[in-house]
């Protein structure tokens, strides 16, 4: 299902969302057309889509977040193949700056690139590795937060797919909890 038009549905259906996506430059016609979808929404930047429990906390707590998602990417843009974060899993990042490296850091220490596989098959599982950490940590966060949204919380994610010239996308939801 498309993802776009998926988040827009969730937020006339009274949702409010928070998602992590990956911070790639590659991915902003994609987050602005979610920004543009609605009043709010709390979109988290990071690495990969690296989830961010810190993010979670204030999502679920102060902003009364009801609706997660995760969204990797990947393409073949300007001639090279993308996400870069998950393609450094295979083939190192000791080039990028210190704060990268660390993010890289953690990602390794929740995924190992799967060399039988393609790029793209990759970063799918990792969206899936991180659907199934939002999974796990949601409802762990709704027994110890104080103040936390309780009841269903909608949890999904996706991939968005970029064009080789970086200017369109397709974005499409993989999993859902709905």
Same mark, same amino acid.
């Given at each position: 299902?498309?993802?776009?038009?998926?988040? #827009?549905?969730?937020?006339?259906?009274?949702? #409010?969302?928070?998602?992590?996506?990956?911070?790639?430059?590659?991915?902003?016609?994609?987050?602005?057309?979610?920004?543009?979808?609605?009043?709010?929404?709390?979109?988290?930047?990071?690495?990969?889509?690296?989830?961010?429990?810190?993010?979670?906390?204030?999502?679920?707590?102060?902003?009364?977040?009801?609706?997660?998602?995760?969204?990797?990417?990947?393409?073949?843009?300007?001639?090279?193949?993308?996400?870069?974060?998950?393609?450094?899993?295979?083939?190192?990042?000791?080039?990028?700056?210190?704060?990268?490296?660390?993010?890289?850091?953690?990602?390794?220490?929740?995924?190992?690139?799967?060399?039988? #596989?393609?790029?793209?098959?990759?970063?799918?599982?990792?969206?899936?590795?991180?659907?199934?950490?939002?999974?796990?940590?949601?409802?762990?966060?709704?027994?110890?937060?104080?103040?936390?949204?309780?009841?269903?919380?909608?949890?999904?994610?996706?991939?968005?797919?970029?064009?080789?010239?970086?200017?369109?996308?397709?974005?499409?939801?993989?999993?859902?909890?709905?």
């Amino acid at each position: 299902m498309q993802a776009v038009p998926h988040i #827009k549905d969730l937020i006339d259906q009274g949702k #409010k969302v928070g998602i992590f996506s990956c911070e790639d430059p590659y991915n902003t016609p994609f987050h602005k057309d979610l920004l543009s979808s609605a009043d709010y929404i709390h979109l988290i930047p990071k690495a990969s889509g690296l989830v961010v429990p810190a993010s979670l906390d204030l999502g679920l707590q102060a902003k009364g977040i009801n609706a997660w998602g995760i969204f990797g990417h990947y393409g073949n843009v300007h001639g090279h193949e993308v996400c870069a974060a998950i393609s450094a899993l295979n083939t190192g990042y000791e080039h990028f700056g210190p704060d990268l490296r660390q993010d890289l850091d953690s990602l390794s220490h929740q995924y190992t690139y799967q060399t039988e #596989k393609s790029l793209r098959e990759n970063v799918v599982d990792w969206v899936k590795v991180q659907y199934d950490l939002l999974s796990k940590l949601i409802p762990e966060k709704q027994k110890t937060l104080q103040g936390a949204v309780q009841g269903d919380i909608v949890i999904f994610a996706g991939l968005v797919e970029n064009s080789e010239d970086a200017k369109s996308y397709k974005a499409e939801i993989l999993f859902s909890s709905q």
